[in-house]
């Protein structure tokens, strides 16, 4: 009596696709967007600083939101204009937090 293991290992690299294309693959796609969305915090709060430093005035509020979109825009970080206004209401919310303490 002869078995055809044939069948059953195209059925186990059916089942590994699957379950590649439906775990694994959303899995990392999730955490590299979050990675992205970190590092665009990261880089969002130091425009923030570096344009409350350059601009300390009040009243300057369009000129450092676009100094903090020009630094994006130099570096490739790419957000959408809503996802930046988030990002820069974060940074500023840290900011006067920490000179509050």
């Known amino acids: ?3 055809d293991v ?5 059925a186990l ?4 696709g699957v ?16 990675e992205k969305w970190n590092n665009a915090l ?8 570096s344009a409350e430093q350059i601009y300390n ?3 300057m509020g369009e000129a450092k939101k676009k100094y903090v979109e020009e630094f ?3 570096y490739n970080i790419k957000l959408d204009p809503e996802q930046i206004d988030v990002a820069i209401e974060a940074a500023v919310n840290q900011l006067n937090e920490a000179a509050e303490k």
């Open 6 to 10: 044939t069948q059953v290992i195209v």
């Open 57 to 59: 005035q009040q009243g």
């Open 42 to 49: 990261f880089w969002v709060k130091l425009a923030v600083q």
């Open 19 to 34: 379950l590649l294309s439906t775990v694994l693959i959303p899995y990392f796609r999730a955490k590299t967007t979050q």
């Open 13 to 16: 690299i059916g089942l590994i």
């Open 1 to 3: 009596m002869v078995i």
């Open 72 to 74: 994006l825009a130099k």
